[in-house]
């Protein structure tokens, strides 16, 4: 069994996989750690890519597409190791990013996971790190609040922007981006929630582990390129497994009412935007009418999802 298995989930990303893959390899230099692909289902020829540019990296294929906590979940099964750094397609490691991490993890047995500090492509850095979600600031999100005053000081505390996050430090959760994490603490909350799609994992797991008294750490010194957005699909759907994941992360970890009451405001603000966007993309032309309707099918997506029971069910 090795030590380390790196995980690298992708999805019709083939030139990021690739780039993934790569910074992953030399990343796991000195370290006893095998790189793993777990394609979901890509029909860019992504497997086929991966396989012929390095041999000596396991892919894992997932047809069905089951999203990104399943797809770890699967790898950790298949390949097991005593440790597993969970990462997107779209992340690039720095060379030294692994062996900071598991050097972190060793000196803080405590710990069950822990995030590196993130950058984006030309050196900003990205938030890293997060508070759990109250219901306050996700009713200020649905209508719009944290759009029109990004730098308001409840997204400033949510980002821990109020904090010194130049040293180590325990939070509530790091990005899903990537994670690494104590395979021991994994199975004791028995992995990601696959009900998790695409949004949520990432603090539903966090929420889980410290539950069971593993903390959460952020080490700054640990460093990776996240090409934020970059691996998943286009906007409508995007944002309809956003609202779907955040009532769901609710309805399991809030009281029923605050559950209700957030699903209740996603749905009045996806009603609001279906009429408000015939205003701003009036079907004057094919182009602008097959627009308008992706947009309107993935609100509806959303209130029929929404409407069904079975969408936001918690095991």
């Keep these: 069994m090795k030590d380390t298995a790196v995980v690298v989930v992708s999805y019709n990303t083939r030139e990021l996989t690739l780039q993934a893959v790569a910074s992953a390899r030399k990343a796991a230099a000195g370290l006893d750690a095998r790189v793993i692909v777990a394609d979901n289902g890509s029909a860019d020829g992504t497997v086929a890519a991966v396989r012929a540019a390095d041999p000596e990296v396991t892919v894992l294929e997932n047809p069905d597409n089951p ?7 699967r790898a950790t099964d298949a ?6 750094c969970a990462m997107n397609a779209d992340v690039v490691l720095e060379p030294e990013c692994l062996v900071t991490l598991r050097r972190f993890l060793d000196v803080n047995r405590a ?5 590196p500090a993130l950058a984006y492509p030309d050196g900003t850095p990205q938030p890293s790190a997060k ?24 997204v400033k505390r949510f980002y821990y922007e109020n904090g010194d996050l ?4 325990l939070v ?31 603090t539903d797991l966090c929420r889980r582990l410290r539950d069971r008294g593993h903390s959460v750490a952020f080490c700054p010194a640990a460093r990776a390129v996240h090409r934020h957005g970059a691996s998943t699909l286009q906007t409508s759907v995007r944002q309809v497994e956003y609202y779907l994941s955040y009532v769901r992360y609710f309805r399991k970890h809030h009281r029923r009412a605050a559950a209700a009451i957030l699903r209740a405001a996603v749905i009045a603000g ?3 935007r279906m009429a408000a966007l015939v205003v701003k993309y009036p079907p004057l032309d094919r182009h602008r009418a ?15 999802s929404l409407g069904s029971s079975g969408v936001v069910r918690t095991p």
């Design 67 to 73: 999203g990104y906590g399943a797809a770890i979940n």
């Design 79 to 84: 390949e097991r190791s005593t440790h597993v």
């Design 111 to 115: 710990c069950g996971l822990v995030g």
């Design 131 to 154: 508070r759990f979600p109250t219901l306050g600031l996700a009713l200020a999100e649905v209508v719009g609040l944290h759009t029109l005053a990004p730098g308001n000081r409840w």
């Design 166 to 169: 130049t040293r180590d430090a």
């Design 172 to 202: 509530d959760t790091v990005s899903g981006s990537v994670m690494m994490i104590r395979t021991e603490a994994l199975d004791a909350v028995r992995g990601f929630d696959e009900g998790f799609r695409m949004y949520f994992e990432e």
């Design 270 to 272: 996806a009603l609001v």
């Design 290 to 304: 097959a627009r308008l309707r992706a947009k309107e099918a993935a609100c509806a997506r959303l209130l029929r």
